[in-house]
């Protein structure tokens, strides 16, 4: 778990990475979703996951470097946690829509992951820019139905994350 942390800050940190709204590190983001992770079941390689979720899809780190460090399974599921989609396939819906088939097709464990990501990404949207809110919580209320194969516990958080009214 120390060297996934350890990859994910330095490579979100190498790319100037903050985040959104606080200017805190990327870092606090993949911290935030690996804690919800590790408070169901799950697996190491399910935390190391949630540390790099980011990180292919972020960073100039290609998907072989994460294989290579830290093995067959946590790559995997780093790469169905990665986007499919990119903009030349068209505007957000069409991509989100791309994405969306991507996601409906992965493990549960993948799909756990996806729900911490949720959670975490909706406590900071939905209090810091209530124009992106509206489409952000569209969008992954529509994504929840194809994640019911994640951690229950994890998927009713979401759910109630995502509930918070429009502003």
Known sequence: MNAAYTFARDAHARQGQKRKYSDMPYIVHPIAVA???????????????????????????????????FGPKVAELVDWLTDVSRPQHGNRKARKALDLVHTAKAPPEAKTIKLADIIDNSRTISRHDPA????????????????????????????????????
């Open 35 to 69: 804690e919800l992770v590790a408070g169901v079941p799950h697996t190491p390689e399910m935390v190391c996951a949630a540390l790099l979720h980011d990180v292919v899809e972020d960073t100039d780190i290609d998907l072989s470097v994460i294989r290579e460090t």
């Open 132 to 167: 992106f809110w509206r489409v952000y919580r569209a969008e992954n209320l529509a994504l929840l139905d194809v994640l019911a194969e994640g951690d229950p516990q994890l998927r009713q958080k979401a759910r109630v994350a995502l509930a918070r009214p429009e502003t």
